[in-house]
């Protein structure tokens, strides 16, 4: 089993939830974020000031699969993620050692 964590744009997240769907996954969880990476921030004018923000609104999609299925999800969110510009984002995967379904007590994969 594997966890992928996504940091995508926020305006990407209709799209890539529906294509993830198209590819099986069940669920996910999605968290509204800030950060930066290369990107380094932004400059924006409010109200006629202009201001810099270092921070970026990003969302992040939190996903637990089947080993079998990663490569399938990850390619899928960086297709469906990419816009061609600096602050696409990242993908992580990592290895779950287990998952526990807490209504019914199954264990592993069929927990999933």
Known sequence: MDYIIAIIKPFKLDEVREALGL???????????????????QTEIYRGAEYTTNMLPKVKLEIAASSAMTPQIVETIQQVGNTGSIGDGKIFVLSLADATRIRTGEKGETAL
């Open 23 to 41: 590819v099986g996954v069940a669920g996910m969880t999605v968290t509204e974020v800030k950060g930066f990476g290369r990107q380094k921030g």
